[in-house]
C-alpha cells in the first residue's frame, strides 16, 4: 500500500485516539480468523486498532509481526505504539 500523507495520518490517529483496540491478537498468534477478523474490520470502517498481548510476540519484534499483518491485510500500518497498532485501508472505488 502507497504511504499516507500527512493529513490523513492524522485524521486516522485522530479517530483513533481514543476508541479501545478492536482486535486482540493472543497466544495463537496471528491465525486466519485474526487476519479475517481484521479484514472484515477494516472492509466496514477502513480502519482498525489492534493490541499484540506479549503471549503473541513469542520472541519476535512487534514492528516484524505488525508489517506482516498489513502486508497479508494489503492495509497502510499507521502507527505502533507499544504493543498496539492502527492499520488503515481505503474503500476500493
Given at each position: 500500500m502507497p504511504e499516507l500523507t500527512p493529513g490523513k495520518k492524522w485524521y486516522v490517529k485522530n479517530q483513533l485516539a481514543?476508541?479501545?483496540?478492536?482486535?486482540l491478537i493472543g497466544k495463537a498468534g496471528i491465525t486466519?480468523?485474526?487476519?479475517?477478523?481484521?479484514?472484515k474490520q477494516l472492509e466496514k470502517n477502513k480502519?482498525?486498532?489492534?493490541?499484540?498481548?506479549?503471549t503473541a510476540l513469542a520472541g519476535n519484534e512487534t514492528k516484524a509481526l505488525v508489517t506482516d499483518?498489513?502486508?497479508?491485510?494489503?492495509?497502510t500500518l499507521v502507527e505502533i505504539?507499544?504493543?498496539?497498532?492502527m492499520l488503515y485501508k481505503p474503500h476500493k472505488k
Open positions: 481514543t476508541a479501545s483496540p478492536t482486535v486466519e480468523r485474526c487476519l479475517s477478523e481484521i479484514k480502519m482498525v486498532k489492534a493490541k499484540l498481548l506479549k499483518i498489513a502486508q497479508k491485510t494489503e492495509s505504539r507499544g504493543h498496539t497498532f
